[in-house]
DNA sequence: GTTAGTATGATAGTCACACTATCATTAAAG
DNA sequence: CTTTAATGATAGTGTGACTATCATACTAAC
C-alpha cells in the first residue's frame, strides 16, 4: 500500500554530520545499527562490524556519525520522537483524558502496535534497544552538554505531554513530571527485570508482550491519581 | 570512637581474584577506583589511569579485578550490602511496619546519614557511582550468565526486603516487588534527573539532598498502600 | 639461615577499537 | 563535458584491554 502522506520524524540536527535519511547509504547505517546493536549490544557494537554488516567501510558510517554513541543518542531521539507522534496520532480528537492516558502508556509499553511506514526501521528491535540500552544515552559525563546541545529534547517532549494528560485528570497532584518520568523508566525497566532478573517484580513478559507491565503502569497510575 | 565489632560486608568471591579486602593495595584499588570513576566517569575510567593515582601498575590491578565491569558490580554489590546492612540495622526493634519502610526510603535516597567503619571507602561517593553508573552494571549482552554467578544478589536481597514491609503495611499489594524495584531505580533517576534534566521532575536536589526525592518517593508509596 | 612461596613492580608485547587522512572511483548536476 | 559530491579502498595513529615474563622484596617454614 502506497503511503499518500509521509510521515517525516524529525531528530537534532547535530546528532548527525550527514542527514542518513537522505540517502541510501544513510538509511542502510541506520536500519542495519538497529539490527546489529539490538543482536550483541552497545557495547560489543563497533562500526567496523556494521561496515562490514553493510559492505561498506569504517571511513563512510564516520561521514555519518561522529561516533557510536552519537549514533545511539540518534536512534533513541528517533525513537521517542516517533512515540510523540504516535501518541498525538492515536490521542487525536479523544477527549476523555483517561483514555488518552491509557492510550500513552500503551504505547509506551508497545502493547498497542501501530503500522508504521518507515520500511528501514525495524520498530520491535528499536524499541528492544531503548529497553537495554536508552539509559546509557544519558548517564555520561557529557549529559548537561549534550542536553544543551538539545539531544534529550524528544525524551523531555513527550514526558510533558504526558504529564499534561495527568494533570488534566488531577490537577491537583504535585508531581505529574516527576511520575512520567518513573514510568517511563519504569515500563524499560520492569520489562528488563521480567525478562532477565525476574525475582524483582511480579510482572512477567511473556513474548510479544502480553501487556503485565502496562498493566502494572496503569494500576500504579490510576491508584495515584484517583486514590 | 574505636569500633568494638567490625561489620563485615560481603561481597560474591567470582567478582575478584584476589579479595582486595585482604591487602593494602586491594583496599587501595577500592578506595581509589570510587574517587576515580566517580571523578571521571566509569567509560573514561581505565586501570592504568587508576594504577598510575595509586603509584602502583595496571598488571597488579589485573591480579585482584579480571576488567573494569567486574570491579563496576563489585562496588555496586558491595554498595547493596552496606544497604542492606544499614537497613537492618536501623529497622531492629522498630514493630511499626510503616516506620520500618520510611526508614528504608531515608537509607535508598541517602537522606539519612550512618556513621560508617569503612575508613577506606567514601560512601557519598560511592551513593553517586551507583546513581550515575550502577544501571550499567546488568544492562549488558551478560545479565543472565552473571545472574546465574549471583552477581545481583545483593540488590535482589534489599529489594525483597522492603518489599517484604511493603506486606505488611498491605498484604493485598499485588506488586511489593515491583513497586520496590520501581522506586529504588525511581530513587537514582529522580535524583540524577533532578541535578541533570530537570525538566524531568518536579523534584530539585540541592545539595546534599535536601530530601525532596525522599519525599516524593514516600508520598508515592504511602498513597498506594494505603490512598 | 637457607629455602620456598607470595605479592608487587617493571617492562614489553598483542590485539582490537576509535578514529583520521589520503587518494581513487563513480554518479549526478550544471 | 566538466565539476562536484558521495563512496570505497587503504593505511596509519593512539589508546584501551588485556597477557606474559622476569626481577625483587618480604614472609613463613624447615
Sequence with gaps: MAAI?????????????RNPEHTELGRNIVSNSIILIEKI?????TFKKLAKEINSTEAS???Y?????????????????WMEYQVDFQTNNIEDSEKKLNIAIDI???????????????????HRIVVDESSKAYLTKDVDADNKEGFFHGYKSLCRKIAGFVTEIAPDFKY???????????????????????SLTEVSESEGGSGEVSEYLRYLIFKLLKG
Excluded at 561516533?67 to 531521539?77: D, Q, T
Excluded at 505529574?176 to 525476574?198: C, D, G, N, W, Y
Aim: aromatic letters at 16%; charged letters at 20%.
Design 108 to 126: 509506551l509499553c508497545q502493547t498497542s502496535r501501530f503500522d508504521p511506514e518507515f520500511l528501514h526501521i525495524n520498530e520491535d528491535a528499536l
Design 61 to 63: 558510517i564516520y561521514r
Design 5 to 17: 502522506a509521509t510521515i517525516q520524524i524529525n531528530v537534532n540536527e547535530k546528532l548527525f554530520l
Design 41 to 45: 549490544g552497545f557495547e560489543n557494537f
Design 65 to 81: 556519525f561522529e561516533n557510536k554513541h552519537k549514533l545511539l543518542i540518534y536512534l533513541v531521539s528517533w525513537y521517542w520522537s
Design 176 to 198: 505529574p513530571r516527576a511520575l512520567m518520568s518513573t514510568i517511563v523508566e519504569a515500563s524499560h525497566h520492569q520489562k528488563f527485570f521480567s525478562e532477565h532478573l525476574p
